[in-house]
């Protein structure tokens, strides 16, 4: 279904064209800030007076009276310096909301036209190192990004670029030989039945051995240049065993958390180090890399440090060594040769801002952004050439009550899966308090979705580009635009529902009779429009990779339901407006349940 707003755009921006003989013209409808005002306002008409330098009212008259939108809306109304009002008539609003009622999987949000292969770069977690704090906001932003493109019906490929390849694996292998050196025999593989449960504790220790015993630094060091020249055996076993244990502790984080992430997705650092000495080679050969005090660089222009001296990116140090840029490099050429991607998303803290912007603009001149298609796919020739867009999607910090970057209270990061823990805990709490008559497995699943989902939404809902205090106490409050609000707002529309028989109603009887839509009360308008601009939040969180247009969406609309629901009596009402409020409910509840699982990956329950 098409949304409202484009059809408005298309047709206001038609009537200008018509009235002025200009082509091109953009309506740039935008909904009304306020009510009074209508639905929807045309704010174009202005620039388009200005360049043809004439009166803005003026020629808002004129674009009206060549403007048909009798079957969309009240007559349209002038306003201030030459804006249009536009009132959304109830027939069209109860026609449309019929349409979306059809169609159950999508509610009626049309899919792109246009569907590009995309690749998002997200969570990221380093290997031997719990998830923290920090690859919360990379993981779950990433992961509402991942769902938002593919529900707009982009292909995704998610892309896990785990730290799998750093120095630090000389000291872990050493540490690992030296604890299990007896059960680790020359001739085969048996580490695997070593299992690691607190790979951090691991890997303090090797730090600590590392950084106060000479030998134990020297036989890492050792180690880490016979892996990385590409030693098999014994050495490469212990390295995956140590890969593998990280990561089957991440994907149980991942699945607590209902993100859509698995180890098929997981392309770490390691893979691309083969790739590595290519990359210095060819950025070497189009004479873009240069040698600077024994490493090689690439000097991206408009870089400048502190003193105004060109900034190099480093791709190979004076001891050989690739860096972090380097491996990056070698995904930017892997992704847009290999996997076609047209557009690359990478999800990380602001702090990355500038190695991404000096790597991406490194892919830029080496000319690798370039790639060749048409409609169908095709090769083609160069004057058909299209860029691969590069979007870096940063975000702020997680704070304490304190206002400092959270931690604990002896100063480390803050790590995933306790918070997690705490926050179910909480939820328990919570539930146990409302509804301390539910049975206890019904009691625990709730828990579950209501302490997770918290932390989520509290996430979401605030601008991703600000950091934000974390508090237990906010994020599960009842009230305000959180998880359980929400949650609970789902779960009492259900029971709306769960009730008619009490009531006499039979709910089934009442939707068949349902062929035209009685939208009267102003509570019920309100509802019923706001229905109908799920497609605009969807595509506005999409277009800036902004969760909490969607979170706002939702919370507006649980608040506009909740005014209707008051003003409103479904079960209750004379019987030819039951099967329209009905409806209402039925379709709240499927918005706020779409929005929550399928969007944002958290769950609602039926009865809380
Ligand atoms: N492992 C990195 C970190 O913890 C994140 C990786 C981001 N992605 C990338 N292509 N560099 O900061």
């Known amino acids: 279904m098409k949304p409202v707003i484009a059809i408005l755009e298309d047709r206001i921006s038609a009537a200008m064209a018509d009235a002025t003989g200009k082509k091109d013209c953009a309506a740039q409808v935008k909904p009304s800030k306020d009510p009074r005002f209508g639905d929807y306002q045309v704010n174009g008409v202005m620039s388009l007076a200005k360049q043809l330098k004439t009166n803005p009212r003026k020629l808002a008259e004129q674009i009206v009276a060549k403007l048909d939108l009798s079957d969309i809306c009240e007559e349209p109304e002038i306003a201030g310096p030459g804006f249009i009002n536009l009132r959304l008539k109830p027939e069209s609003i109860a026609k449309n909301l019929l349409e979306v009622n059809k169609d159950t999987n999508r509610l009626g949000v049309e899919e792109t036209g246009k569907s590009k292969t995309i690749v998002v770069d997200f969570s990221g977690p380093n290997i031997a190192k719990q998830m923290h704090v920090g ?243 095709r090769q083609t020739t160069d004057d058909k050439k299209q860029k691969t867009e590069f979007v870096h999607v940063t975000f702020g910090s997680v704070m304490g009550e304190n206002g400092k970057p959270l931690k604990t209270r002896s ?34 699943k709730i828990a579950n979705a209501v302490g997770i989902g918290a932390v989520k939404y509290a996430d979401y809902s605030n601008s991703r580009t600000s950091d934000y205090i974390f508090s237990f106490d906010k994020m599960l409050a009842m009230e305000g635009n959180t998880a359980p609000y929400m949650q609970y707002a789902y779960a009492r529309i259900k029971s709306i529902v769960r009730k008619a028989p009490e009531k006499g109603v039979d709910v089934d009887k009442e939707r068949a009779k349902l062929d035209k839509l009685i939208l009267a009360e102003s509570a019920e308008l309100d509802l019923a429009k706001h229905l109908l601009r799920y497609s605009e939040a969807i595509e ?68 809380m």
């Not at 076993?237 to 991440?250: A, E, L, P």
């Not at 008051?566 to 779409?594: E, Q």
Request: charged fraction near 30%.
């Open 135 to 377: 690859h919360l906001r990379s993981t779950i932003i990433g992961d509402c990004i991942c769902r938002l493109l593919e529900f707009e019906g982009h292909k995704v490929i998610r892309q896990n670029h785990v730290g799998d390849w750093g120095t630090q694996f000389g000291m872990l292998i050493c540490l690992f030989y030296r604890k299990y050196g007896d059960r680790i025999k020359k001739s085969g593989i048996i580490v695997s039945d070593i299992s690691i449960p607190n790979m951090e504790v691991f890997y303090k220790e090797a730090k600590g051995l590392y950084d106060s015993d000479p030998d134990f630094a020297s036989e890492s060091r050792d180690y880490v240049v016979r892996l990385q020249s590409g030693e098999k055996g014994m050495l490469w076993g212990i390295w995956r065993h140590v890969c593998d244990q990280t990561m089957y502790f991440c994907q149980e984080l991942y699945n607590l958390l209902g993100v859509s992430l698995t180890r098929k997705s997981e392309c770490g650092e390691s893979f691309y180090k083969n790739m590595l000495a290519g990359v210095v080679e060819e950025l070497k050969g189009k004479g873009l890399a240069v040698e600077s005090d024994g490493a090689v660089c690439v000097f991206p222009e408009g870089f400048k440090d502190k003193e105004g001296e060109p900034l190099p990116v480093i791709i190979q140090k004076s001891d050989s060594a690739f860096l972090y840029a380097t491996t990056d490099l070698a995904a930017i050429r892997y992704r847009v040769s290999e996997l076609k991607a047209e557009k690359i998303i990478y999800v990380t803290d602001a702090r990355q801002q500038l190695h991404f912007d000096m790597v991406f603009a490194v892919a830029e001149m080496a000319g690798w952004d370039i790639k060749q298609t048409t409609d169908d796919g």
């Open 411 to 444: 100063g480390e990061n803050v790590k995933l899966k306790e918070l997690l823990d705490e926050a179910v805990k909480r939820a328990k709490k919570v539930v146990e308090e409302k509804s301390p008559e539910l049975p206890g497995k019904q009691k625990e």
């Open 540 to 607: 506005a969180a999409a277009a800036d990779y902004k969760p909490n247009y969607l979170t706002n969406y939702l919370y507006e609309l649980a608040q506009k339901f909740s005014v209707f629901y008051t003003n409103c009596p479904v079960l209750v009402a004379d019987s030819d407006k039951t099967p329209t409020r009905l409806l209402l409910c039925d379709l709240t509840a499927k918005t706020i349940k779409h929005g929550l699982s399928v969007l944002l990956g958290i769950e609602v329950v039926e009865q």
